[in-house]
């Protein structure tokens, strides 16, 4: 073939952001679950994205809990002020709640046209909102409708649209937004103009946010942003499983504060004290990825989904400390004193290398002590073999015979 030719890139990849995998330990995999082209794959600690199989569909940038994955046709931020738009001119002219009527340029659009031509049509209420792509349009999206006065989001989709993802979504919106009860993101699949009027004409319109939100910010701060308007203050919202937001459950008991659960988050969330044995977490940071449930060897990690509106969740709180061990030479502190202890005890005259005293006070010593100790043992590692006398003239002259 020859000539030009043109492919749109959907979607904008951040790979610093990505939290799929670090030290070979997996944790995120939600773009790569959902992506129906294969364009996602995995790229060592990340992911990557062929921009010559993408289909646009915007999936992967709904479900990415950390925002490395942003569509970019249009950007969210372009969806959000259309949304906070629509709202905002309802509010003008009327006092009651309105509903959104999310759908595409395709089977949506061509299914509204044929109610309005030849049936009801849309209630006065109900506002369409024509989006690109219906995959991407996420809890985010929802609850910033919501949270902007709108009563209720609907989501119009055909019979052959993948309803995985957007079902999840949906699912998400409602655990957070629908505090009140009664579910406020909805799903309809019509197959034709009366079964569209059905669902919109019937039932009850609940009432809206009382003080509407400006949506700014990335997905995260606009769905916290959202939920603080949509519930009560400092509420404790339960998740279902895979949710982009909760909390750590450390079993302090079997945690040793080896710290590996640090090194490895991608996020931030967890943290370190360096002048004492501290784990902190952050809950507002966490991405439930799991990474850290997966390389902690002790198993003392457990992800709960959950949503924090406290305003405790947005700074680091401490989760696990112990008194750090006091070096028995020089009394410095340096590791975890039951963690020494422990060592020891399981150490001392059960191991060849500690079956002398002196062996086993240099477990309890810190870096620089026990390599003074060592060297000066009776085992050091670091000694030669004897020097041998230096020889003088006397020596020469007292072996010679004729002297």
């Not at 992506?35 to 940038?61: E, R």
């Not at 738009?85 to 340029?105: E, T």
């Not at 590996?260 to 809950?283: H, I, K, T, W, Y």
Request: net charge negative; proline share 6%; with cysteine.
């Amino acid at each position: 073939m020859v000539g030009t030719f043109e492919k749109p890139l959907y979607v904008r990849l951040d790979q610093q952001l990505c939290a799929h995998s670090r030290a070979q330990k997996t944790g995120c995999t939600r773009c790569l679950d959902l992506c129906p082209t294969g364009a996602i794959t995995p790229d060592g600690d990340h992911v990557d994205v062929d921009a010559m199989v993408c289909a646009g569909c915007g999936a992967c940038s709904a479900v990415c809990p950390s925002g490395a994955i942003s569509y970019d046709a249009p950007p969210v931020s372009s969806v959000f002020k259309r949304i906070e738009v629509l709202a905002g001119a309802w509010r003008k002219l009327s006092g009651d709640a309105p509903r959104l009527l999310v759908h595409d340029a395709g089977f949506g659009a061509e299914i509204i046209r044929l109610s309005a031509r030849h049936g009801k049509g849309l209630p006065a209420d109900v506002i369409p909102l024509e989006v690109s792509s219906l995959a991407a349009f996420g809890h985010a999206e929802m609850l910033a409708a919501l949270a902007s006065g709108f009563a209720t989001v609907t989501t119009l989709v055909s019979p052959t649209t993948e309803k995985d993802g957007l079902g999840f979504e949906i699912e998400l919106a409602n655990a957070i937004g629908a505090s009140g009860g009664g579910e406020k993101a909805l799903l309809i699949e019509p197959g034709e103009p009366d079964a569209l009027e059905e669902a919109l004409w019937a039932g009850e319109v609940p009432d809206g946010v009382a003080e509407p939100i400006l949506p700014l910010g990335n997905r995260r701060q606009v769905t916290r942003l959202s939920a603080k308007a949509l519930n009560e203050e400092d509420a404790v919202i339960a998740l279902p499983e895979r949710a982009p937001y909760g909390s750590l459950d450390v079993d302090t008991g079997a945690c040793t504060l080896c710290l590996s659960c640090v090194s490895l988050c991608p996020s931030g969330a967890l943290a370190d004290n360096p002048d004492m044995p501290q784990l902190r977490f952050q809950e507002d940071a966490c991405l439930q990825c799991g990474i850290c449930a997966h390389a902690c060897p002790e198993n003392a990690i457990a992800l709960v989904p959950r949503l924090n509106l406290a305003s405790e969740a947005l700074s680091h709180r401490v989760v696990h400390e112990e008194e750090p061990f006091a070096c028995i030479e020089c009394g410095a502190p340096f590791g975890v004193r039951s963690t020494v202890m422990r060592i020891t005890e399981k150490l001392a005259g059960k191991h060849s290398m500690f079956a002398s005293q002196d062996a086993i006070r240099m477990i309890q010593m810190c870096d620089d002590c026990r390599v003074n100790a060592a060297y000066h043992s009776e085992n050091n590692p670091f000694a030669a073999g004897e020097r041998p006398r230096v020889r003088t003239t006397e020596d020469y002259q007292s072996k010679r015979r004729d002297h």
